[in-house]
Structures are given as C-alpha cells and as structure tokens.
C-alpha cells in the first residue's frame, strides 16, 4: 500500500479529489490532507509519503516550492500537479521539474484513474512501496523455492488465480514472503516484461476468452469482471495489447 497526501486550499476540490482517490481502488491510501502548502510539508517531513498530489496556487507555501522542499526531505516523492487552465503553461513548465504528471481541474475520475494508474505502476517497477520486505527476506516457516524458475513457476499460477481481481506486486510478494523488487527481477528475467505488463498481459488474453465464450457481455461488465478501474481504461489497455478495442475484436471474432 502507498502512502499519498493531499494539497489543496479549495475544500470542495480537495473532498472530490479524495474521493474519486477512494474510488479508484489502487493500493493507495490517503494518510492526509492540508489546505496550504506548509502543512503538507510539516507532514512530509515528520511522515513516509509516496505520493503528493498538490495545488499549484496555494497559500503560505505554493505547490512548486512545495515539491522543491519537500523533494529535500524525501528525494523519492513522486508529485502530481493540480491545476486550473490558467496556469497551463505553467504547468508545462512544471514538469521539467521532474514532476510526475499534472491533472486539469475539474479533476475527472477517469483522468485521475489513468495517471494513478501509471503512477502506482511506475512504483511498483521501481520496488514496490517501503513497507515491502526487504531483498531476500523470507518468512519463518515459508521457504522460499529452490530456484527463480520455479517462483517464476508459482507467481505465474498465483497471478491466473486472480485475474478477477487487483493485485499489486507487494500484495503479491508479501504472499510469497520476498520483497517486491525481488518479483520485479523475477518477471524481467524469466518474461523480458515487467510485474505490470505480464500481469495485463494475462487478463487482456482473458478478456478475449471471454469475448469469445460469452459475445453477449458488454465491455463494461468484461471491465468490471476483470477489476480494471473503469471500463474506459480496460478499453485503452485493451488496444494496447490487441490493437483494436474490445467491441471491434467482438466483431472480427463474429466475422
């Protein structure tokens, strides 16, 4: 799980923003919430945080030097801009500053949905969140297999176990009792892909079973079967990996 905070001096913005966080359903939890940038940043200093999602204009402490100063106390932050039109070029130039990504307001679930998304992924490539177990840790009692291959074997099996359902890759190493970028190595040794790939890869081929199997489903229950996080970002990761989206392979299958 992922510790994410909140900066934002609009009440309303900041209640729908944690919101539609809450509905996502990725393995982020929203530890807190400031309407200034100087109280969000007496928490990063004081608390482990993964993810920052600020304001641009804010007061006492504006969402540039907020990152700025933060990234002093933690330099593996991760920050998402939030901005209104207005400060669309300032935005831009914002993201040279190694800022992750930036969200338009109004902030859209779908929008919000997508950049978690690949934000969450982007963490999970990079080892997973700090409350992994660290490289080669096993647990009293759980040997760890006798070889890579044969956990390659078993987190395959596990991951076309739960193909119904979302897993992140430090739920999966905590069930398996090694640490997230150890699975990480694992998948990019044995698949050439990374934890992520591998496992949209899975369900996408499961996705078209089902198309095959059962044409009468809609893509919004084929999003909801699978748990992807709406059924709009099911359709573009869909493409990504068959090249048509999900109602044309219907058709090509029909055809």
């Not at 190493?173 to 990480?184: G, I, R, T």
């Amino acid at each position: 799980m992922y510790t994410a905070i909140i900066a934002e001096d609009s009440k309303p913005i900041l209640r729908n923003i944690e919101a539609l966080m809450r509905s996502t359903e990725l393995p982020v939890q929203i530890a807190f919430t400031a309407s200034n940038g100087l109280d969000a940043l007496e928490y990063i200093k004081a608390n482990p945080v993964d993810i920052l999602l600020t304001d641009i204009r804010m007061p006492k402490l504006d969402g540039l030097a907020l990152i700025g100063q933060c990234r002093q106390v933690n330099p593996a932050l991760k920050a998402v801009l939030i901005s209104g039109y207005s400060d669309f070029e300032y935005t831009r130039k914002a993201l040279n500053l190694q800022v992750f990504d930036y969200l338009l307001k109004p902030v859209e679930r779908e929008q919000l949905a997508e950049v978690m998304q690949r934000l969450v992924a982007h963490l999970e490539e990079q080892g997973g969140s700090r409350k992994g177990l660290p490289e080669g840790l096993v647990s009293p009692g759980q040997p760890r297999p006798k070889s890579s291959e044969e956990l390659f074997r078993q987190l395959e099996q596990y991951l076309q176990q739960h193909l119904y359902s979302q897993l992140s890759i430090t739920e999966v190493a905590l069930q398996f009792h090694v640490s997230p970028s150890y699975v990480s190595r694992i998948f990019k040794r044995h698949s050439q892909r990374t934890f992520v790939h591998y496992y949209m890869q899975l369900k996408i081929t499961e996705a078209c079973r089902l198309i095959a199997a059962k044409p009468e489903l809609k893509v919004k229950e084929l999003s909801e079967a699978l748990a992807f996080a709406d059924q709009h970002y099911f359709s573009k990761v869909f493409k990504e990996y068959m090249g048509v989206s999900p109602t044309e392979y219907r058709g090509g299958e029909r055809g």
